[in-house]
């Protein structure tokens, strides 16, 4: 094995080990095949995207009380006309019959 073998295993980061059931595992690898992927390629994906939703949605943010003011101000103000996304939300979207 070579210095730059060594080196790229060590990149890598702990596994991950995880017990699924056959009918799961079943399914997992079909979705990874149809993807064109390993199965730890998209186990890891999906995994990751998940954690990113999971984070992002319980995102806490602080701001200094005249921050905060416009803040609640720009939420509060009613909404604008916007007559572009009005005439993309009343079209037909693409998938529809």
Known sequence: ????????????SPN?????KP???AL????AATTD???TE???EAACREAE???LDRRLFTLNKTSYQAFVAALDAPTQNNPKLQALLSRKPLWGN
Do not use: G, P, Q, Y
């Not at 060594?6 to 990149?11: G, I, L, N, Q």
């Not at 991950?16 to 699924?20: A, F, H, L, M």
């Not at 997992?28 to 979705?31: K, L, S, T």
């Open 23 to 25: 009918h799961t595992r």
């Open 28 to 31: 997992i690898d079909r979705a």
């Open 37 to 39: 992927k390993t199965v």
């Open 53 to 55: 939703d999971v984070l």
């Open 1 to 12: 094995m070579s210095k730059h073998d060594v080196r790229a295993r060590r990149a890598t």
């Open 16 to 20: 991950i080990n995880i017990r699924v």
């Open 42 to 44: 998209f186990v890891l």
